[in-house]
């Protein structure tokens, strides 16, 4: 019977510490993150990643360890990075495009939140845009060839346009009789030696001639007052905010409005030239400490929800931002 019981206690003791030995082997998992697409020819800087805890933004395909049943919050960011293209410099933006790997929530939604309760392996897949120059930067004239310029203007008109502006074809930031004399050159094949092409067609109309020449003149003599046929349409962003709660701590979207990178946490309105190429991103937000609520937000825009838009304002358009209680 003694024996019997030393064996009982003998189990016992070894099943203890055989379950100490499990509980100590899964007190930890480590978290990897893995970022598509990474081309390291360009930069090794891509898209960030928000970690909470430890509230930080971490190395990319990088390992993280942490103790069993810790809840993260993470956010995917944006990334940009300067480059050289063939008319000057540009600029790659990196833009949330989805979650994939062990990610357990919606993979369209920039952050969330994991609990570490295995190994987990999450990918960011991230949308590469390009923004280069189209066209070589407009030439300006050559200071140091003095003697060479085009005679100096006696009479400056009672109107002047913005330097490198529309009708100055010599850059010296008046308009006057010099350029359209100057036109009128380059229209008969003289080849000015001071002449900034883009200036030059004021009418818009796609090539450059006497026309040219003629408004210009008529602007020098003040008949007119601007070039009309290029002024350039301006249109509105109306931005609708929907659900933010200012009771809410730290009920704080982080979406964003790109130009002019505002942040947005109430209706705003922008107004852009035609063609400006307006971003709308979310960073996520940080969720405060467990048990109070806090808001996060996305887009919705032109019936499409989303986290990253960019899109060309060539008319009136309008975005809304969503917020949601957690
Ligand atoms: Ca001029
Ligand atoms: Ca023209």
């Known amino acids: 019977m003694k024996k019997i019981r030393n064996l009982i206690i003998f189990s016992l003791i070894i099943t203890f510490f055989a379950n100490i030995n499990f509980v100590y082997c899964q007190t930890e998992y480590n978290l990897t993150i893995q970022v598509k697409p990474y081309d390291p020819s360009v930069s090794d800087v891509r898209g960030a990643v928000w970690i909470n805890p430890p509230r930080t933004t971490v190395e990319l395909d990088t390992q993280l360890t942490f103790e069993a049943g810790t809840q993260l919050y993470i956010s995917a960011g944006v990334a940009t990075v300067d480059i050289m293209c063939s008319y000057g410099e540009g600029i790659i933006y990196y833009t949330f495009a989805s979650w994939g790997g062990d990610w357990p929530n919606d993979v369209n939604e920039s952050s969330g939140s994991i609990v570490m309760d295995s190994d987990k392996t999450l990918i960011v897949y991230y949308n590469e845009e390009r923004n280069c120059p189209t066209a070589p930067p407009a030439e300006t004239p050559d200071i140091t060839s003095a003697p060479t310029s085009p005679p100096t203007p006696i009479v400056t008109p009672a109107s002047t346009n913005p330097p490198d502006q ?78 933010r709660d200012p009771n809410i701590p730290n009920s704080d979207g982080m979406v964003f409005i790109d130009p002019p990178n505002d942040h947005i946490v109430a209706a705003a309105s922008y107004t852009y030239e035609e063609g400006t190429v307006v971003r709308a991103y979310s960073l996520g937000s940080t969720p405060p400490p467990p048990g109070l609520l806090w808001q996060s937000a996305s887009f919705e825009f032109e019936g499409v929800a989303g986290s990253t838009f960019s899109f060309v304002m060539d008319r009136d358009r309008v975005i809304k931002v969503i917020f949601r209680t957690y």
């Not at 900034?196 to 003040?222: H, K, M, R, T, W």
């Open 166 to 243: 529309l009708g100055d074809a010599n850059g010296d930031t008046v308009i006057n009789i010099v350029d359209a004399l100057l036109i009128a050159q380059y229209y008969v094949g003289l080849e000015p030696e001071y002449f900034i092409l883009p200036n030059v067609d004021v009418n818009c109309d796609g090539s450059i001639d006497i026309l040219d020449a003629l408004l210009v003149a008529q602007f020098y003599v003040e008949l007119i007052s601007e070039f009309s046929g290029c002024t350039q349409n301006e249109y509105t962003l109306t931005v609708e905010v929907e659900g």
